[in-house]
């Protein structure tokens, strides 16, 4: 496994992370055995970087964490997030930045890992009734104390991620970005390079769209919540196959699987970027691993940009509620 530095720190982390949410919440069911063999088997293949947040499960994919990870803890990187809440009932509730709840979050999070420090530590989504600078303060705050080694905001518009960084140093931005999300090309990612910060990738695979396996809403179970995705919706759908079976067709022409040249792609976006496919299966996860040793020309490159320029996947990425959350 190849490795890549994230932004301004001194973690070395695996070019392929590992993103954890699947394995306890969102996409359907639930196999804790096989999502612990899967934590397992990434640590075999050189994965050494597990993204998760405290509203995973919700709180249950830190505690699988942390149990799973405890006897390698000196051998990964964990980041997880918080203030992207959720009420008694479930639903979503506004994101949440006010310094007493960054101080309250991070000592639950600590607790349910069963740590005494997170490598890095995000703010899920921003808070636009709590000034930026009042969160990455009380952010540093954390890191002072010995509590989080790293920080890192999520999501974050270039004005927010400069009034943050002008606080305490911001290590790396973590934001959507695929084939088929490309916004962050426009005005992030210049931002993100012009200050020295890395940038993680989350849904890589468009939420496994771009593995070619996802055709129908049928093939999702009911409490998989891309059934309720624009992207993954009537129209928009088959607007969007269009893309995947000129991937497919591309990677049958290289033998390599569709996902895997998705996640190529991304890593030849630049050295600061480092991808976290998420997967609850070791069969996908071991496929995700086997990207990093893709090479690809600047005439496939090219070929790539053509089957999936930026703007091309149609409908919003979440559904208005959640959209209402991204700082633009």
């Given at each position: 496994m190849k490795l890549r530095r994230l932004g301004n720190s001194d973690l070395m982390v695996s070019a392929i992370g590992l993103g954890c949410m699947g394995m306890s919440w969102a996409y359907g069911s639930v196999d804790e055995n096989e999502a612990a063999a899967t934590l397992h088997r990434a640590v075999e293949l050189g994965v050494n970087f597990f993204d998760t947040a405290d509203v995973y499960g919700p709180f249950t994919n830190e505690i699988l964490l942390?149990?799973?990870?405890?006897?390698?803890?000196?051998?990964?990187?964990?980041?997880?997030?918080f203030g992207n809440r959720r009420g008694p009932?479930?639903?979503?509730?506004?994101p949440d930045g006010r310094p007493e709840y960054v101080r309250e979050a991070c000592d639950?999070?600590?607790k349910r890992f069963g740590i005494d420090h997170i490598d890095l530590y995000y703010q899920h989504r921003v808070d636009r009734q709590t000034p930026i600078e009042e969160t990455v303060g009380a952010m540093a705050e954390l890191v002072r104390q010995g509590k989080v080694r790293y920080l890192g905001l999520s999501e974050a518009s270039p004005n927010t991620i400069r009034r943050a960084h002008a606080v305490h140093p911001i290590t790396v931005l973590q934001t959507e970005y695929s084939l088929w999300s490309r916004e962050p090309e426009g005005e992030i990612l210049p931002t993100i390079r012009e200050l020295g910060m890395g940038f993680v990738a989350y849904s890589p695979l468009g939420r496994g769209f771009l593995t070619g396996r996802i055709a129908s809403l049928d093939q999702l179970e009911s409490s998989d919540f891309r059934r309720i995705s624009p992207r993954f919706q009537g129209d928009n759908l088959n607007h969007n196959l269009n893309i995947v079976r000129e991937l497919?067709?591309?990677a049958a022409d290289k033998n390599v699987r569709p996902g895997q040249l998705a996640l190529a792609w991304v890593l030849a976006q630049g050295e600061d970027i480092v991808p976290i496919p998420g997967t609850k299966r070791r069969q996908y996860l071991e496929e995700n691993a086997a990207a990093v040793e893709i090479a690809l020309s600047p005439a496939e490159i090219e070929r790539l940009n053509r089957i999936a320029p930026r703007g091309v996947t149609a409908g919003e990425r979440y559904p208005a509620a959640a959209m209402r959350n991204i700082d633009f």
């Open positions: 942390g149990k799973t990870l405890k006897g390698v803890r000196d051998q990964v990187v964990i980041a997880t997030k009932d479930g639903k979503p509730m506004d639950a999070s600590l497919q067709q591309m």
